[in-house]
């Protein structure tokens, strides 16, 4: 029998798996996301790194991009999710190893693969258990990097249980974040969080950037500044590791 070395792709695969599975073991999985998406793209199998959307019907949200594709997420969640050429069905979502110039004429091409970078994509759909919002987790390469094969996508598949774990524990601690914010307008002297600075201290307990969470709201960084000052200043507390401690994740500051 000859021995065959696991491609450098197969390799990455099993750490990316690791990482994800020690994550999802975690008593907070706030930051985890961001973990995976931004600070282990070495990891990833595919050099345009790994992208997560939330469904919302059969239309596609972003919910984490690479750091590269943060101009483009606005038009993306605005209009260009619904110009996608692929069908997408939750709760099992599944995107076949895909070769996007078999659409180089779609504006969903056009507008957001060729200006990112993107030539070919994998995709699986997984379930946030707690909420039971459906997500999808998708890896990218370039015209440089290797097509994805099936055996990309069945490696993908077993990331799917670990990742539905760590979306649980983002949930847990959203819902602690709520708890606490309750807690706080129960007391006259505290003003009530509006519905926009409820959804951005969720956001910043999560550990994303100012930036990230202008991008993400399709807002600008400023206007997420201004929010911030007021959640601060309604909570009573001095800034933003004060409020993850609130969220109930003082591991994360």
Not at 99 to 113: I, P
Request: proline content about 8%; hydrophobic content about 35%; charged content about 30%.
């Amino acid at each position: 029998m000859v021995y065959r070395s696991p491609s450098p792709n197969e390799q990455r695969w099993r750490l990316l798996y690791e990482l994800v599975e020690d994550l999802s073991r975690q008593r907070s999985g706030s930051d985890a996301i961001d973990t995976i998406i931004r600070d282990a793209q070495e990891l990833v199998p595919g050099d345009r790194g790994l992208s997560m959307i939330r469904m919302e019907g059969r239309i596609p949200f972003c919910v984490r991009w690479p750091e590269y594709a943060n101009g483009l997420v606005p038009q993306f969640n605005r209009y260009l999710n619904r110009r996608s050429p692929m069908y997408y069905d939750p709760p099992y979502t599944v995107l076949n190893p895909v070769d996007w110039f078999d659409y180089r004429e779609s504006e969903y091409h056009v507008e957001f693969n060729v200006p990112l970078g993107i030539r070919y994509s994998v995709g699986v759909g997984i379930r946030d258990e707690s909420s039971h919002d459906q997500y999808a987790l998708f890896v990218h390469r370039s015209p440089r990097d290797a097509p994805f094969r099936d055996t990309d996508l069945a490696a993908l598949s077993c990331i799917r249980e670990p990742i539905s774990n760590v979306l649980t524990l983002i949930g847990e601690s959203s819902r602690r974040f709520e708890r606490s914010v309750w807690e706080r307008e129960a007391d006259p002297r505290c003003d009530i969080l509006s519905p926009r600075e409820t959804e951005i201290a969720q956001l910043i307990c999560r550990r994303l950037t100012m930036r990230a969470i202008a991008c993400h709201l399709g807002i600008s960084p400023r206007t997420v500044e201004r929010h911030a000052l007021h959640i601060y200043q309604k909570l009573d507390i001095p800034g933003r590791r004060a409020l993850i401690r609130l969220c109930g994740n003082p591991d994360a500051v």
